[in-house]
């Protein structure tokens, strides 16, 4: 499976993985393998690299072929330092935190 990942700063790099390495897998390849170009990126360890595949993180046991990624096409994934991952459903939790409830408009809202 081509993958190309994309850092923060918007450099990008292709590599090849199998079906069977998992997101853990790639971090500590990619770790190992760094790329010359993206010195300025280095991180100082494989475990706080993590993925991003339509916009969700993926835990390090994750395989590619449990993502059921294509063949012969190359996937682009986002490469990211982060110690930690976010927990499920916590954007939902600040949301319901901020307002209350999710109805844009109380009985106070006029609309001239």
Known sequence: INLRLILVSGKTKE?????????GDIAQYVFENWPEDWCQEAVSKAEILRLIYQ???????VT???????????????????????EPNSQDQRQKSKGG????????????
Do not use: Q, W
């Open 15 to 23: 590599f090849l993985f199998s079906p069977s390495d998992s997101a």
């Open 55 to 61: 916009g969700r993180f993926l835990h390090s046991n």
């Open 64 to 86: 590619l072929g449990a993502l059921g990624l294509p063949f012969g096409k190359t996937t682009v994934m986002h490469l990211v330092p982060r110690e930690n991952l976010p």
């Open 101 to 112: 409830n999710s109805s844009c408009c109380s009985a106070s809202c006029s609309i001239l």
